[in-house]
T-cell receptor, first 115, second 113 residues
Framework: AQSVAQPEDQVNVAEGNPLTVKCTYS??????LFWYVQYPNRGLQFLLK??????LVKGSYGFEAEFNKSQTSFHLKKPSALVSDSALYFC?????????????FGAGTRLFVKA | DVKVTQSSRYLVKRTGEKVFLECVQD?????MFWYRQDPGLGLRLIYF???????EKGDIPEGYSVSREKKERFSLILESASTNQTSMYLC????????????FGPGTRLTVT
């Protein structure tokens, strides 16, 4: 069965410092991996995805993520955090082909960026 | 830009009432989804639809039903609302190709009293 774990409920970082939000996954086939962000009182917005190819994927708002097959991880990173990055971040995985249309979401990690 | 709209942002209903949540997308997406979001549990899939009149149960379909009569519209129905259905409900849509990301509506915060 597919699953995804976000081991940190909350991440605190100072503005200008690099940030990392962690995600690990478990699938039986090949993973399609996604990151979404949720700003207060809004729906989720897509940030980036890994389907195949280059292990480092770049997305919106300067975020990037690295797919690591051996560690089954897909950590979200940004070189220099902004206060406006403060939000709830969700990692998601789709198990190909076993999982079909179903996407499993992690519990979410709340990022606080302090000025 | 893809737009997914939901009929209400906030809704308060009484126990036992029948509740309709409606979702409309304007990007001709084949797939549509209903999730509920609860703190510490992330998003859990209630139902999804990959075509008009087609539906599949997700992880937590009990107490819910859905309807998709038109491609752009996907409705979630709570047949008899209960207090444990108090939650944030999110609708999403995507193209049928499995690598495609989902686009979410703003959510409906439902309170059942």
């Amino acid at each position: 069965a597919q699953s995804v774990a976000q081991p940190e409920d909350q991440v605190n970082v100072a503005e200008g410092n690099p940030l990392t939000v962690k995600c690990t996954y478990s699938v039986s086939g090949n993973p399609y991996l996604f990151w979404y962000v949720q700003y207060p009182n809004r729906g989720l917005q897509f940030l980036l995805k890994y389907i195949t190819g280059d292990n480092l994927v770049k997305g919106s708002y300067g975020f990037e993520a690295e797919f690591n097959k051996s560690q089954t991880s897909f950590h979200l990173k940004k070189p220099s955090a902004l206060v406006s990055d403060s939000a709830l971040y969700f990692c998601a995985v789709r198990d190909m082909p076993a999982g079909g249309f179903k996407t499993i979401f992690g519990a979410g990690t709340r990022l606080f960026v302090k000025a | 830009d893809v737009k997914v709209t939901q009929s209400s942002r906030y809704l308060v209903k009484r126990t036992g009432e029948k509740v309709f949540l409606e979702c409309v997308q304007d990007m001709d997406h084949e797939n549509m989804f209903w999730y509920r979001q609860d703190p510490g549990l992330g998003l859990r899939l209630i139902y999804f639809s990959y075509d008009v009149k087609m539906k599949e149960k997700g992880d937590i379909p009990e107490g819910y039903s859905v309807s998709r009569e038109k491609k752009e519209r996907f409705s979630l129905i709570l047949e008899s609302a209960s207090t444990n259905q108090t939650s944030m409900y999110l609708c999403a849509s995507s193209f049928v190709l499995r690598g495609n990301e989902q686009y979410f509506g703003p959510g409906t915060r439902l309170t059942v009293t």
